[in-house]
């Protein structure tokens, strides 16, 4: 007996009768909650969602070159605002 190939595909887990994909599309219309996927994996990946954003964040805080609020010559400043 041959082992079935591991696959992330709904298509192949549900055993319709024909096997076309016009079936599987009309039973994924009438069974959306059979199709969706689970709590646990929504939760999962909004977590890693979050922890990815704020490595980014940590990341770019770390990176960025600091920018004067306030510059050292307010002479400068006034001299460009003129012309």
Known sequence: MTR?????????KVMIR?????DYRQ???E???AT????????KKAKQR???AARKQ???????TPLPVH????????????Q
Request: glycine share 6%; proline share 6%.
């Open 71 to 82: 510059p050292q010559h307010p002479e400068d400043s006034a001299a460009g605002q003129e």
């Open 58 to 64: 940590d990341r770019q805080r770390r990176e960025a």
């Open 36 to 43: 969706g996927s689970s709590k646990r994996t929504i939760s």
């Open 50 to 52: 979050k922890e990815q």
């Open 4 to 12: 079935r190939k591991k696959t992330r595909s709904l298509a192949d």
């Open 31 to 33: 069974t959306p909650d």
């Open 27 to 29: 039973w994924r219309n």
């Open 18 to 22: 024909t096997g076309r994909r016009k």
